[in-house]
């Protein structure tokens, strides 16, 4: 999870949402990533999307049976489909997301029964140092926002 919040620190040096993720295989950091959706924009650069890409070209493969996913908060439905596709098989995140969460907050793809593949999760790694970190990032941006003088 450490390596995670590395990757989490670079998205918030770059004003992104400070929100990181590595992919494991073999206990080998096989990628990483970090929020990027507004450097790229680009939508679909969450840190797990970025992480998964970058594990799936260092692993030639796509599916990445075997590798566990960490990253700093629950990923949100269109990180867990690819988690799913990809055929992770297990996921630890820091903090839940209650608003956008989708291995156990609004949705539970992990364990979502219709779908060919499951993941094992395991949450709260870290869970304090992932929410204040998140918590922090939105509280200057709020400052920020305030001090900004309107036209």
Known sequence: MQAALAEAALA????????????????QIIGRGHNRPVATSDPTAH????????????????RLVNAALYTTVEP????????????????????????AGAAGSLYN????????????VTSGVCEEECRM???????????????????
């Open 12 to 27: 918030e040096a770059a004003d992104e949402v400070p929100i990181g993720a590595v992919v494991v295989l073999e206990e």
């Open 47 to 62: 840190a797990e999307i970025q992480a998964v890409r970058h594990a799936a070209q260092q692993f030639k493969n796509y």
């Open 76 to 99: 949100c439905l269109m990180c867990m489909g690819a988690l799913v596709y990809a055929r992770v098989k297990r996921l630890v995140f820091g903090c839940f997301d209650p608003k």
């Open 133 to 151: 970190l998140l918590q922090r990032f939105f509280r200057e941006k709020r400052f920020r926002h305030k001090k900004e003088p309107t036209d």
């Open 109 to 120: 793809i992990a364990l979502d029964t219709r779908l060919n593949h499951r993941l094992d």
